[in-house]
């Protein structure tokens, strides 16, 4: 008869001991998941629209130093076409003017294009720069050189200085916003470094003031610029430039990740 209540408090005893178990492995996993989340992110992407068919778009003027390479479409509006100074061997891709000035053969008048996209532009600039609760704030007190970039919402609320490499490390489909209040500058030779499949047409950089690439130097992303865009000597970009102002380049490479059909295909 002792035996035989003793089972049944042993077997309590065991299941109070599994119950526990499973509950401590249960928030192992919500907490590895957390992690996991917060790494690979789940921003939803920026909608750059028609000016997503562009390796270049600004509204007033494109200065150059040549020779540059340019794969891509590139426009101007609304200012004329004459403040577009690409030449046409130097574009894989449309030259767009709201005009008939501009570089020829090549040039393609098409004011009410460019007109939308000039608004597609602005709305994904405004997109980017509304996302609400960052994943990261402030990173580097606004230097960020020699650091890793998951993928997430990451503001700064002053200017942002890129002294030396920097890595996104992130999978194929995961997305980086970049929201920047003061100025952006990348230093000479300093490169953006992509690693684990991520792709540079899901990066967004929001940019209220002025940004500088360095010489030599190379960047990856959209740059939505509220104001000018300077890439200087030899520096390359592996995306987009729409700025709301100017972009001034000197020899220069833009890759856009696009292939070239006709704007609005």
């Known amino acids: 008869m002792k035996s035989i209540k003793k089972i049944p408090i042993l077997a309590i005893l065991f299941f109070g001991l599994l119950s526990s178990c499973n509950s401590e492995i249960e928030s192992l996993e919500v907490e590895e998941a957390n992690v996991m989340s917060k790494k690979s992110g789940s921003l939803v992407s920026v909608d750059l629209g028609l000016a997503g068919d562009f390796a270049i778009l600004s509204k007033s003027g494109i200065t150059n130093v040549p020779p540059s390479v340019i794969t891509g479409h590139v426009g101007t509006s609304p200012i004329t076409g004459a403040a577009l100074l690409l030449t046409c061997p130097e574009v894989t891709g449309n030259i767009y003017t709201v005009d008939a000035a501009g570089p020829l053969p090549c040039r393609t008048t098409d004011a009410s294009g460019l007109t939308a996209a000039v608004l597609n532009m602005q709305a994904a ?81 929001q940019v209220s003031g002025a940004v500088t690439l360095g010489t030599t130097s190379h960047f990856e992303g959209n740059l939505l610029g509220a104001t000018s865009i300077a890439v200087q000597t030899g520096a390359t970009v592996n995306g987009r430039l729409l700025a ?9 490479t833009v890759t856009a990740e696009v292939e070239v059909l006709p704007v609005g295909r």
């Not at 890129?162 to 300093?190: H, N």
């Open 125 to 205: 600039y405004t997109d980017a720069a509304g996302r609400s609760n960052p994943n990261y704030l402030n990173e580097g007190a606004g230097n960020i050189g020699g650091l890793t970039l998951n993928p997430g919402l990451h503001k700064w609320t002053s200017t942002l200085l890129i002294p030396t490499d920097i890595e996104l490390d992130g999978g194929k489909d995961d997305v980086w916003i970049f929201q920047v209040a003061g100025t952006l500058t990348m230093s000479s030779a300093v490169r953006m470094n992509l690693s684990g499949g991520a792709q540079a047409k899901n990066i967004f950089w």
């Open 244 to 252: 709301q102002t100017a972009v001034t380049l000197q020899m220069n």
